[in-house]
């Protein structure tokens, strides 16, 4: 307890701590309100905190975010705004749309819903009038700013997560509610034939199927789908089931497979960073750490290692375990083998590119030179001097030594073409 540990410290009873920490949390035992605050964003975190974990999970959930999400800022607005504004907001979507900003629309500190235990702590504590006020406000403020962070961080305002209730069992089995699923379709349709996902051609098809399914299809495995708990049901599963074998829904099935492969967080991925984590050794390869992840996931899926079925096929698989690992490490030898002789083989034709490249070079340059020695044999002509000459006789022996190298260059580049073709 900490009140009691700061009393002890008081009382003398045990050494008074000097870090600054111990005297923030003395400062806030001495707030009157300090048991109302903890009241309070405990109440928070409990509204929170079964949205969260219900998305902790593999299964397919982004048809139900819109719902969930939506559900749970109607019930922090209801707390803050007033009983005409949330009335107002009769459809998720409408929730989506109130104006956080308008401070008419909020309730006075006075009202604001700051939960049962908050309410009781506020009411037996000793702060001011004033000072419980200014704590109403400052929970309808913190109400305020957490529910503009979620709208704005969230994709809830997505406009084809808002029209992914089709994908809803229950809204399949409810013939009351298929027009407006209709309608949620063809907006995805829309959405997607729009970014590419979807031929437009097919569109018409899609949505054909998808009557025919709800109609056809739906009322055989009625019961499983009126009382179907994305809670606790895997969405995927029961539409494969349903959906994916049968022709006439062949189309529509390729639309439900894209939505339903979208992701509705990062919780699948944080996890896996985490088993990475706990199954790495020292110098483990990739090949060893996907071997070992698809164990765990396959021990998982069954639900645990008891319940794993040991088959004829699994113990002749690992009684020839051995085999396979020498066979690996004669296929990685070949491997490094074909990766040398491309090494190899890479390193003499960057040689020869670099042969040709100085071939060209003195080619330019003993022409260069040839042409200096004609127009100085000229220029010796027109001015007799014979120092002209000897400069161009001169200038001739260097152009001619450049030729001999590029014949020598040239036959050393036939021949190491010869080498790497045989």
């Known amino acids: 307890n900490i009140q009691e540990y700061c009393s002890a410290v008081q009382k003398k009873k045990i050494t008074v701590p000097t870090s600054k920490s111990y005297q923030e ?63 107002e907001a009769t459809s998720l979507r409408k929730v989506c749309q109130v104006n956080l900003d308008d401070k008419s629309g909020l309730k006075d500190p006075s009202g604001v819903d700051i939960g049962f235990c908050a309410r009781k702590s506020i009411t037996t504590s000793k702060a001011s009038e004033k000072e419980k006020y ?59 034939s729009d970014h590419k996902r979807v031929e437009s051609v097919k569109c018409d098809t899609i949505k054909r199927q998808f009557s025919w399914f709800c109609k056809a299809v739906v009322p055989e ?42 992701s509705h967080g990062q919780a699948t991925v944080e996890r896996g960073f985490s088993v990475n984590k706990e199954t790495n050794d020292n110098n483990l390869k990739g090949e060893n750490l996907a071997a070992r992840r698809i164990v765990i996931e396959a021990v998982r899926e069954a639900g645990g290692v008891a319940k794993i079925e040991v088959t004829p096929g699994m113990l002749s698989y690992a009684a020839n375990a051995r085999n396979r690992y020498r066979q690996y490490l004669q296929d990685e030898k ?18 020869i590119h670099g042969l040709r490249k100085k071939v060209k070079i003195m080619k330019a340059d003993a022409e260069q030179l040839e042409q200096s020695a004609n127009d100085l044999a000229k ?44």
């Not at 014979?386 to 006789?393: G, L, W």
């Open 379 to 422: 220029k010796a002509e027109q001015l007799r001097k014979v120092s002209f000459i000897v400069e161009s006789n001169a200038l001739r022996e260097k152009s001619a030594s450049k030729k001999a190298s590029v014949k020598d260059l040239e036959k050393l580049i036939e021949e190491k073409e010869k080498a790497m073709g045989s």
């Open 25 to 87: 949390v003395l400062s806030m035992l001495r707030d009157p309100l300090i048991r109302a605050k903890l009241e309070f964003f405990s109440s928070v975190a409990r509204d929170i905190e079964p949205f969260l974990s219900l998305y902790q999970t593999d299964r397919p959930m982004i048809p139900f975010l819109f719902e969930d999400l939506g559900d749970l800022v109607k019930h922090q607005l209801k707390k803050i705004l007033s009983s005409d504004v949330v009335g």
């Open 221 to 262: 495995d009625s019961e499983e789908f009126k009382l179907f708990n994305h809670k606790k049901d895997r969405l995927d599963q029961l539409l494969h089931k349903t959906m994916a074998s049968k022709e006439e829904c062949k189309e529509l099935w390729s639309v439900v497979e894209q939505l339903l492969l979208l």
């Open 134 to 192: 200014m704590f109403r406000r400052a929970c309808r403020d913190f109400i305020q700013a957490m529910v503009v962070k979620i709208l704005n961080k969230s994709p809830v305002k997505n406009p084809l997560l808002q029209h992914l209730g089709w994908l809803n069992p229950k809204i399949m089995a409810d013939s009351k509610k298929r027009d407006a699923a209709v309608k949620d379709l063809e907006v995805c349709l829309d959405i997607l």
């Open 334 to 351: 070949e491997k490094e083998k074909r990766r040398e002789c491309g090494l190899k083989r890479k390193r003499e034709e960057d040689e």
